[in-house]
């Protein structure tokens, strides 16, 4: 590989031979001046043609990092769900917005380091600073991003990777006993949407796929459901989805109440559908609206804030019925195991972390019941228990 080092003015720089142009053929040269001295001009020379032997040459390339997230968020389509694609698309826009003019080559550690406390610190330009839960999807979203760009040799490293992103703070979760569980069920019996309520509470079910649900996927003389499907809102736009892990991909036994409940709620909707006439939009859905359509998810969330608050009980959001019922399910004793699989979480790992709060009183349960089997009047003679 041929590269010299000569002296231009007062300052000296270098010019090397890197390659053919993969697209034109053409042979491309790579040059740089201002340094002070001929040893820092050599210096920089040997590493050109080091990362020229090793592969790890990147071509100069002028595109900013608004740029480049510009054209990979669309290669993501096809890769992640809408809902996920939507979620990066709101993240990577803080970035744009404070620093998208960086070339991205020239893109530092510093630069995103400084990016994370700005957004922590100021975030909107109104309402103050972001979550550092937020801040933190910021960061995975673009280190997602400029892995891309290490992959497709724009950039020679994923300066990302060199960045702790903001640590979450988990909230305090909130959720209701079993009693307020059972009062809020009274109160929605009559309520167009109390199976959805009931459905919820009792299955731990996420919004979103209680709203997916259809009746080809439920048994109800078995007392089972199949999760196969979700129904989300992107960008306000109805969107069926794929459950959101392998995991949530599952099926669930459910308790006579709610297999009656949903019987009930059946023969309404036939009634419904007759009542519609020829406007009725049929798609199988066991939750709809009056016509047959589906459910959007704001709608549903506002329906159950409304009957929370004529209920009485304390405020909690539809998300926290799946609290709700994790909790209550662990201070059952149900196996976290168990647990997590019917809440078609990843790893029982994440059941157990993000319910951490339960962890005192199972453990306390545990020590006072293992206790009781060593602390219990023997049957037999104690003697009887050293004899081999």
């Not at 962890?359 to 020590?367: K, S, T, V």
Request: aromatic content about 6%.
């Amino acid at each position: 590989m041929r590269g010299y080092v000569g002296k231009r003015g007062k300052t000296w720089g270098y010019a090397v031979d890197v390659g053919r142009d993969p697209a034109t053929g053409r042979r491309r040269q790579r040059t740089k001046g201002g340094f002070k001295t001929r040893r820092e001009a050599d210096a920089a020379l040997a590493e050109v043609i080091r990362s020229v032997g090793t592969g790890t040459y990147v071509a100069r390339d002028p595109q900013t990092l608004a740029e480049w997230i510009e054209r990979w968020l669309p290669t993501m389509a096809p890769k992640i769900r809408p809902s996920t694609l939507s979620d990066y698309r709101k993240s990577l826009a803080h970035v744009t917005r404070q620093i998208g003019h960086v070339r991205l080559q020239a893109l530092r550690p510093l630069d995103l380091e400084e990016l994370y406390a700005t957004l922590l610190k100021e975030g909107h330009r109104f309402g103050g600073g972001l979550a550092p839960k937020t801040v933190r999807n910021v960061h995975i979203a673009l280190r997602r991003s400029l892995a891309d760009a290490e992959r497709f040799g724009l950039v020679h490293r994923n300066v990302a990777a060199l960045v702790k992103a903001p640590a979450p703070t988990r909230p305090d979760l909130t959720t209701w006993s079993a009693p307020e569980v059972s009062q809020f069920l009274a109160s929605v019996e009559a309520h167009r949407l109390g199976p959805a309520f009931r459905l919820l509470a009792a299955t731990g079910m996420r919004r979103g796929e209680v709203l997916g649900l259809k009746w080809d996927s439920v048994d109800l003389d078995a007392g089972r459901l199949s999760v196969r499907r979700s129904l989300i809102a992107v960008d306000d736009e109805l969107v069926w989805s794929d459950p959101k892990t392998s995991r949530s991909r599952r099926n669930l036994s459910l308790d006579s109440e709610t297999v009656a409940v949903l019987r009930a709620h059946r023969r309404r909707r036939l009634e419904e559908r007759l009542a519609a006439g020829e406007l009725w939009e049929e798609h199988d859905l066991v939750f709809s609206t009056e016509t047959g359509e589906a459910l959007h998810p704001d709608r549903f969330s506002r329906a159950f804030e409304r009957a929370v608050q004529s209920s009485g009980l304390p405020r909690i959001r539809m998300h926290d019925l799946r609290h709700t019922w994790a909790t209550l399910a662990l201070q059952a004793g149900i196996h976290p195991k168990v647990v997590s699989e019917r809440l078609g979480h990843a790893s029982t790992s994440i059941t157990l972390d993000i319910y951490s709060h339960v962890q005192p009183e199972l453990d306390a349960q545990a020590a006072t019941a293992v206790a009781l089997l060593f602390d219990a009047e023997p049957d037999a003679d104690p003697g009887a228990l050293h004899s081999v």
